[in-house]
C-alpha cells in the first residue's frame, strides 16, 4: 500500500514527513531491513544532495536525521545508529510493525507457503503495490523484486490445490497476482480454468 508511518496508539506522523524525509526514512529502514547493512554518508550525499557543497550536504543531512529522530522518539524502539560513520535504522520487531519486514521473511527461501502463510501474505499485500503512490530510481529494484516473490509464493501454492475442489479460490489468487503483473500467463490460465470448471464459460473467454 501506500507510505504510513503510525504510533503505537493510531496516530498518523506521516504528515511529518516532507518529500525528502520520507524518501530518506525509506532509503535508509529498506536497506538496513534488506540487506541488513548501514550506509555512508557519501552515499546519502550522491543520492539527496549532489548539488550541495560538501559542508551543506553535511548540514542538510545532520538536520534531515535529527528530524527523524524526533519522530522516532514518538514511537520507541526504534532509533537511527552511527556504527563507524555510516548510517542504519534498528528497531526492536517486538514493538515496531514494519510490513515489509514481515514480508521478507514471510517470503525468504519459502518454495511452499502453507494456508496459514498465504492469508499472512495475503493480508500484507491487500492493501496494494509496494509504495504505489511513491517513484524514485532507487526503488524499483524492491519493487521489482517484491513483486517477483508475491507471483512465485502465489504460484507455487496453488499447484496444490484442486480445480475441482478449489476453483473459487484459485480465482482470488489469480487476481491477487494481477495486481502485481496484470498480464502474467500462469496466473491467466489458472483463471480460465478454474471459470471453465465452475461454468462460467463467458468469463473464461
Known amino acids: ?12 506522523l506521516s504528515v511529518h514527513f516532507t518529500p525528502l524525509l520520507k524518501e530518506l526514512f ?23 544532495w549532489y548539488d550541495k557543497t560538501t559542508t551543506s550536504a553535511r548540514n542538510n543531512r545532520s538536520v534531515n536525521l535529527t528530524k527523524l529522530k524526533l519522530i522516532f522518539e514518538q514511537v520507541g524502539h526504534i532509533q537511527i545508529s552511527k556504527e563507524s560513520g555510516d548510517w542504519q535504522i534498528i528497531f526492536d520487531p517486538q514493538y515496531v510493525f514494519v510490513d515489509y519486514y514481515d514480508f521478507l521473511k ?14 499472512l501474505l495475503t493480508k500484507i499485500v491487500s492493501r496494494g503495490n509496494f509504495l ?24 507455487s501454492y496453488s499447484k496444490n490445490l484442486s ?8 480465482i482470488e489468487i489469480a487476481d491477487r497476482i494481477f495486481v502485481f503483473d496484470k498480464v502474467d500467463e500462469a496466473a491467466m490460465e489458472m483463471k ?5 470448471f465452475l461454468g462460467k464459460h463467458s468469463l473464461a473467454q
Not at 480445480?163 to 484459485?170: P, Y
Not at 480460465?192 to 471453465?196: D, M, P, R, S, Y
Request: aromatic share 12%; charged share 30%; hydrophobic share 40%.
Open 192 to 196: 480460465c480454468k478454474a471459470l471453465v
Open 26 to 48: 525509506l532509503f535508509l529502514i529498506l536497506n538496513s531491513i534488506k540487506w541488513n547493512k548501514s550506509v555512508n554518508s557519501q552515499q546519502l550525499n550522491d543520492l539527496f
Open 1 to 12: 500500500g501506500g507510505f504510513q508511518f503510525l504510533t503505537a496508539k493510531g496516530e498518523d
Open 106 to 119: 514471510l517470503t525468504d527461501e519459502k518454495k511452499n507457503l502453507n494456508k496459514e502463510e498465504i492469508n
Open 132 to 155: 504505489f503512490n511513491l517513484e524514485y530510481e532507487w526503488l524499483e529494484t524492491y519493487k521489482s523484486e517484491i513483486s517477483n516473490r508475491v507471483i512465485d509464493a502465489y504460484t
Open 163 to 170: 480445480f475441482e475442489a478449489d476453483a473459487q479460490e484459485i
